[in-house]
C-alpha cells in the first residue's frame, strides 16, 4: 500500500517562536503559515527547475553577452513579446539582421558568435552594441540589453549607449571583505557630490580623498547610493535604468571595484542602495517595454505604474523576474564585493497601495490581508535567504515606514529575512519637534518614547537625519536649528550669536542621544555630520543645470576659523566612544530619568551613563543621577568642551562616587553637575575596559 501523501502546506519551522515573543501576532497565524508557504514553492520550484538556487541566481553569467574562454560570445535574453531578435553594433557595422538570436522555450533567446580565426573575440573591449528587437507590430526596436553591464553617455546625446566591457587586465581584489560588523556606524554617500568642487565627482576621488576622512570620523560602513546607472542624475539614483551596470558617470566599473577593495582595506563595510521597488519608465536606454510589450518584466496597464513616481512596478510573481533581480543581487556582491544592500522602497513593494495615501497607526490588521503584496514579500525572502544561504557575512536593511511585523525576523519564523530596518520615525519626531515646539516646551518622554519604540529582537538603524532631509524642499537639522545665520556667523572671528551656540549644542546633543538610544545601528549622511550650510540639489532646469548644491563643502570643516570643525569633532570623538563600548551592540538601554520640568534624560547602556539637559538657560548643581553599578564615574564625553564649540563649564578631573543611595528605580546613585543644553557620558573607572 503507498504511503499517504500529507496535504499540509509547509509551515515556517520556527513560527512559534516569534508568536510566543508577541502574541498578539497569533490571529495571523494563517497570514505567516500562507508567506511561508508561498516562499517555499517557489524555492523548491526553482530546486526542481532550475538546478538549484545557486544555478539560478548565477545567471547574470549567461544572460546578456558573456565571453568564453576560446573568446566566442555567448548571448541570451528573455523577450517573450518579441516576434524575432538581433545583435548589432560596431562588430557587424550596424546590420541589424546579420546575427540573429534563436528562439528558445518560455520567450528566451540564444546566440552564439564563434571567434575569429586569430582567437580574438569577435565584439571587442569597448564596442557599442544594441539589441535589436522585432515586436509584434512589426516595428524594429534598438534596446540596450537588460543584463548590460557598462552604458556611457556622450555629451551630445540624450539617451545612453550600450559599451561591451570585457578589458583583457580587469581588476583584482587584493583585501579580503571585512568580518561581519557587531556595530553598523555607517556613513551614507552619493559618489557624485562626495567633493567641494562643483561638478560630478569620481570613484577615484571617493577612493582616495573620501574614504579617508569616513575611516577617520569613525565610521565602520559606508552605504552608497546612485551607483546603479541611472539616465536622471537629479534622480538621486532611484530611476534605475540598468541593473547591472554601474553609474559610469563617475568612472569605470574597475574604478568601482578599487574603490571597495580600498574600503575593505581600511576594513570599511560597503553596502550598496538597492532599487528593487521599481524601475525608470525609459524604453530608449532602460527595461521599459523591452521587447515591445508594458508587461516584459513589469505588470500590465494600471497595475504597473507607481502613480506618484511616474516608474514601472516589477511583476514578483513571475519567474523571469525573480531571476533577474535574484541574479542583479548576487552580481553585485560576487564581482563588486559588496558586502550587503539597503533595499530601497520596501513600503511601496509590500502593498498594493504602495503607501500611497495610506497612514500606518500600528494596527495590526494594516499588515495582513488582501492588500499586502505577498509575491513582493516573498521576493524580499528569496533575496534575504539567497544572501544568507550563499553569502552569511552580508548584511540586507529594510527601508519600511509601515513597521511590517517580523520583517528583520528569520524566514524560518515567518519573517522578511532582514538583518536591520530603518528608524524613520526618528527623523520625523526631531523636525516635529524643532519646528513646533519652543525649546522649553520639548517634551523628554515623548522623545524618549520615540528612540526606544522598536520592536522586540529586531534590530534597529537609528539616524538624526538622512539625504531626504538635506535635498531642496527640506531643511537639515543645522539648517533649522541655525538658518540664514550660518552664512554669516559660522566664524570664531564673529561674536557667538545666541541662534548659532543653540544651533551648535542641540546639534550635537540629538545626534548622541539618537546615536545611543535609537536602535542598534547609526547612519548619518555626508556632510550632515558637520552641519553641511546647504541644501542638496542636483543640476536641473529649474535651477539652470547648476552644480553649485550638487556638492559637500568637505573643506569647512578643515578651516580653522569655522566653527563647523567643533561639530566634526564631536561626531568623530562620539563614533570613536562606540567603537570603545559598543553600546549599539548592547541591549536596550536602560532609561532611569525623563524629567519633564528639569527636561533632563538619563540612561546606562553598555556600561556608560549618559546625561543630557536639554534645559535652555537651567544648570544643576549636584543633580541627582541614578545607576546600577557602584563606583568611580569619570567623564568620558562632554558636548560642552572647547574642542565641541562648547562652554567648558566641566572639569574632567572631577571623580564622581557612587552612593548606595536608591534613585529611579536604581539601587545607587551619583551626584553632577550638569549645565544647560549640555550631554555627558560618563564611565565607570572601576571596571577595567
Not at 482 to 488: H, K, L, P
Request: hydrophobic share 35%; glycine share 8%; proline share 6%.
Amino acid at each position: 500500500m503507498a504511503a499517504a501523501v500529507s496535504t499540509e502546506p509547509p509551515q515556517p519551522p520556527k513560527l512559534q517562536q516569534l508568536l510566543e515573543r508577541d502574541p498578539y501576532l497569533a490571529p495571523f497565524k494563517t497570514d505567516f503559515q500562507r508567506r511561508y508557504s508561498l516562499f517555499y514553492n517557489r524555492l523548491k520550484n526553482i530546486e526542481e527547475n532550475e538546478g538549484g538556487l545557486d544555478k539560478f541566481t548565477k545567471s547574470y553569467k549567461t544572460f546578456g553577452i558573456n565571453q568564453f574562454v576560446d573568446g566566442g560570445i555567448y548571448c541570451k535574453e528573455w523577450a517573450p513579446g518579441a516576434e524575432a531578435v538581433f545583435l548589432a553594433g560596431d562588430f557587424n557595422g550596424w546590420n541589424p539582421f546579420s546575427h540573429p538570436y534563436k528562439k528558445m522555450e518560455y520567450g528566451k533567446w540564444e546566440l552564439f558568435i564563434p571567434p575569429g580565426q586569430d582567437g580574438y573575440p569577435p565584439v571587442p573591449h569597448g564596442s557599442k552594441l544594441k539589441v535589436v528587437i522585432r515586436a509584434q507590430n512589426g516595428d524594429l526596436l534598438y534596446r540596450i540589453s537588460p543584463w548590460a553591464r557598462y552604458v556611457v553617455r556622450d555629451e551630445d546625446k540624450v539617451n545612453y549607449d550600450w559599451v561591451h566591457w570585457n578589458p583583457p587586465l580587469s581588476y583584482i581584489h587584493k583585501h579580503p571583505s571585512p568580518k561581519r560588523l557587531k556595530s553598523l556606524r555607517i556613513y551614507e554617500s552619493h559618489v557624485g557630490i562626495a567633493s567641494p568642487e562643483g561638478k560630478v565627482a569620481s570613484y577615484k576621488n571617493f577612493t582616495y580623498n573620501v574614504l579617508p576622512r569616513i575611516k577617520d570620523l569613525g565610521y565602520n560602513c559606508v552605504q552608497l547610493m546612485a551607483i546603479m546607472e541611472h539616465a536622471y542624475y537629479a534622480s538621486f539614483g532611484y530611476q534605475v535604468t540598468s541593473f547591472f551596470a554601474a553609474s559610469s558617470r563617475y568612472g569605470t566599473p574597475d574604478d568601482l571595484k578599487e574603490m571597495i577593495d580600498v574600503a575593505h582595506s581600511m576594513g570599511i563595510t560597503v553596502l550598496l542602495d538597492v532599487v528593487h521597488s521599481h524601475a525608470s519608465k525609459n524604453s530608449e536606454d532602460g527595461l521599459n517595454k523591452f521587447d515591445g510589450t508594458d508587461y516584459c518584466f513589469f505588470h500590465s496597464g494600471h497595475k504597473g505604474t507607481h502613480q506618484l513616481w511616474d516608474s514601472r512596478l516589477f511583476d514578483y510573481a513571475n519567474w523571469e523576474v525573480l531571476r533577474f533581480l535574484l541574479s542583479n543581487l548576487r552580481m553585485w556582491i560576487e564581482d563588486y564585493r559588496f558586502d550587503g544592500f539597503r533595499f530601497d522602497g520596501v513600503t511601496s513593494m509590500l502593498y498594493h497601495h504602495h503607501g500611497i495615501g495610506t497612514g500606518f497607526s500600528g494596527d495590526y490588521n494594516e499588515y495582513f490581508g488582501l492588500h499586502v503584496d505577498e509575491d513582493a514579500l516573498c521576493y524580499l525572502m528569496l533575496a534575504n535567504h539567497m544572501i544568507n544561504f550563499l553569502h552569511p557575512e552580508c548584511i540586507t536593511i529594510a527601508e519600511d515606514v509601515s513597521g511590517m511585523p517580523a520583517l528583520c525576523r528569520p524566514v524560518a519564523e515567518g519573517g522578511g529575512g532582514f538583518d536591520y530596518r530603518l528608524a524613520m520615525a526618528i527623523p520625523d519626531k526631531w523636525i516635529q519637534i524643532i519646528k513646533e515646539l519652543k525649546d522649553e516646551d520639548w517634551n523628554m518622554g515623548n522623545i524618549v518614547h520615540t528612540l526606544t519604540n522598536r520592536r522586540y529582537e529586531e534590530k534597529y538603524i537609528a539616524y538624526a537625519e538622512s539625504h531626504d532631509q538635506a535635498l531642496v524642499g527640506d531643511k537639515t537639522l543645522a539648517f533649522r536649528l541655525m538658518d540664514a545665520e550660518m552664512y554669516t556667523n559660522m566664524s570664531v572671528l564673529s561674536p557667538l550669536t545666541p541662534v548659532i551656540d543653540r544651533g551648535i549644542q542641540l546639534h550635537k546633543m540629538i545626534r548622541l542621544i539618537t546615536h545611543a538610544l535609537g536602535g542598534e545601528s547609526y547612519l548619518n549622511f555626508m556632510g550632515n555630520e558637520f552641519g553641511h550650510p546647504e541644501w542638496l540639489d542636483f543640476p536641473r532646469r529649474g535651477n539652470n543645470e547648476s552644480y553649485h548644491y550638487a556638492r559637500r563643502q568637505f573643506n569647512l570643516t578643515e578651516d580653522h576659523l569655522l566653527r563647523y570643525r567643533f561639530l566634526n569633532s564631536f561626531d568623530r570623538d562620539m563614533n570613536k566612544l562606540e567603537e570603545r563600548f559598543g553600546w549599539l551592540a548592547s541591549p536596550p538601554a536602560y532609561v532611569s530619568e525623563k524629567h519633564e520640568g528639569n527636561k533632563v534624560i538619563a540612561f546606562e547602556r553598555a556600561g556608560l551613563v549618559f546625561i543630557f539637559n536639554f534645559h535652555p538657560y537651567q544648570s544643576y548643581v549636584d543633580y541627582r543621577v541614578g545607576i546600577e553599578t557602584p563606583g568611580k564615574y569619570k567623564i568620558l564625553l562632554d558636548s560642552d568642551a572647547a574642542e565641541y564649540g562648547g562652554h567648558q563649564r566641566l572639569d574632567h578631573n572631577t571623580e564622581y562616587f557612587s552612593e548606595e543611595y536608591p534613585h529611579n528605580y536604581r539601587p545607587n546613585s551619583l551626584m553632577v553637575y550638569i549645565p544647560s543644553r549640555v550631554a555627558i557620558v560618563l564611565h565607570n573607572t572601576d571596571i577595567p575596559k
